[in-house]
């Protein structure tokens, strides 16, 4: 199991004429639905970096006082889910090191792949980790390349790297975006007046007004200073590998990606899904929140009436990315609340976005049964999980992924449902019109890894 996170970045060319802490924390804000237990931001006024983080909200671990603090010119920050056993505070983003050209803070989303080899590059090298990231992996390469010259250094240290990694990173004087060669995970640019901004999504820019100008691409590093802004190819790419889970689930609705929208892109997921499994039913219900869109289309083009019959208390977070599953189980109780009134009697089609474990859709198929449905069919928005993913999304080990080990109609008995059908892979794929499928990483559904 490992980490997804958001990450942040803004230059400001002008010294004082923006509050880039705040900024970041607003951005931040806008990103907290990617990682709920840590935040961090780091500031630099152009000749020393100064860094705050800890464990929580990004509400719960900044307040007026705190971002005081951080004056500078230039910022990062990151928000962070950990896998079990991890959320730690020395876990926490950005982290802060010592290069041979002075000093830099690194945010980072994804996961390498090659950890251990690079583990034991660094031990020969007496470089020892002291969290369990491999954020601090790359920081620690970083440290150790000789190269004073930042470009230089993590050009360097890039090419060392397999797996995902999109990087936010900070020295006293530059702002650098750096995205891996397959492009696993988004990493956008934009302008806010004459200063630039770095996000994960772009629901960021929307939040805090600035313009979305292009996504950074795989392989590329852009680098922002007082200078104006570069962009340089770093490692090539044989092929883009977008991790299709981004659109499926992980992103916010308001963001776009490589010029698609996020929640158009669902609501055409449900319509796919209608045509691929249609059914006679009264009500068409989404899981909130991930299974709203899909939820729309398919009624759209069902012709069956939409209904929210499922309340989310909405100070609850997302089940899928708690690192317990004591607590994913009690969440599930906490977290929806049917309203018996829409349901009962009712033939519901209940859509969500995925089944990864199977235990919280069962939960919610039991909670539409208690209110009374006649029936209830399961329509999910993406295709069956058969494959871990080792690049960054919270999947558990294949033995813990539902469809891996049980065919449709054991999966169906299992959940309580009276039919299940999932999306085809192809007709996910057919809903995207600027990207085509063989950019994205479908490895969860067909085992086929870019790495």
């Known amino acids: 199991m490992h980490e997804e996170c958001g990450v942040f970045g803004i230059f400001n060319k002008e010294e004082g004429s923006l509050d880039v802490a705040k900024l970041t924390y607003f951005a931040l804000y806008a990103l907290q639905h990617r ?92 470089i020892q980790n002291y969290s369990s990231t491999d954020s601090e992996i790359i920081c620690n390469l970083i440290k150790a390349t000789p190269e004073e010259n930042i470009e230089k250094n993590i050009e360097i240290v890039a090419a060392q790297l397999k797996g995902a990694f999109s990087l936010v990173i900070m020295t006293e004087d530059k702002l650098i975006g750096l995205k891996d060669p397959f492009g696993f995970h988004p990493l956008a640019l934009g302008k806010l007046g004459d200063s630039y901004v770095f996000a994960s999504e772009t ?26 802004i570069k962009s340089t190819k770093i490692l090539p790419n044989k092929r883009k590998a977008l991790c299709i889970f981004e659109f499926v689930y992980f992103a916010r609705p308001d963001s776009d990606i490589y010029g698609e929208n996020i929640a158009l892109s669902r609501q055409k997921m449900g319509r796919k899904l209608a045509q691929e499994y249609p059914v006679q039913a009264d009500i068409v219900v989404p899981v909130p929140d991930s299974g709203i869109s899909a939820a729309i289309g398919y009624a ?73 449905a006649r029936e209830v069919h399961v329509r999910i928005s993406s295709p069956p999980i058969y494959f871990p993913c080792f690049y960054g999304i919270d999947t558990p080990s294949k033995k813990d992924l539902w469809a891996a080990n049980h065919n449709l109609e054991e999966t169906r008995k299992w959940l309580g449902a009276d039919s299940l059908g999932y999306i085809s892979v192809e007709g996910l794929c057919s809903v995207f019109d600027k990207i085509p499928a063989d950019n994205f990483c479908l490895a969860c559904f067909n085992g086929k890894y870019p790495i």
């Open 300 to 372: 759209a083009q069902s012709g069956i009436p939409y209904e929210e019959g499922l309340i989310k208390n909405r100070y609850v977070g997302r089940t899928f990315i708690q690192p317990e599953q004591l607590i994913r189980d009690f969440g599930v109780k906490i977290k929806l609340s049917p309203i018996k009134e829409i349901i009962k009697g009712k033939r519901v089609i209940l859509i969500d976005d995925s089944i990864v474990r199977g235990t919280t859709s069962r939960k919610i198929v039991d909670l539409v049964r208690n209110a009374e």
């Open 35 to 126: 990682g709920q237990e840590s935040a961090g931001i780091a500031v630099s006024d152009g000749e020393k970096l100064l860094i705050y983080k800890d464990l929580g909200l990004v509400s719960e671990v900044f307040d007026e006082e705190k971002l005081k603090t951080l004056q500078g010119n230039c910022a990062i920050g990151h928000v962070r889910y950990s896998t079990a056993g991890a959320n730690i505070w020395e876990n926490s983003q950005p982290l802060l090191k010592n290069y041979n050209g002075g000093t830099f803070s690194l945010a980072h989303n994804g996961n390498l792949v090659n950890q251990t080899e690079l583990k034991e590059k660094l031990k020969e090298k007496g």
């Open 203 to 228: 629901c960021a820019f929307n939040l805090i007004g600035a313009e979305f100008i292009r996504e950074i691409e795989p392989g590329e590093m852009v680098v922002i200073d007082k200078e104006g």
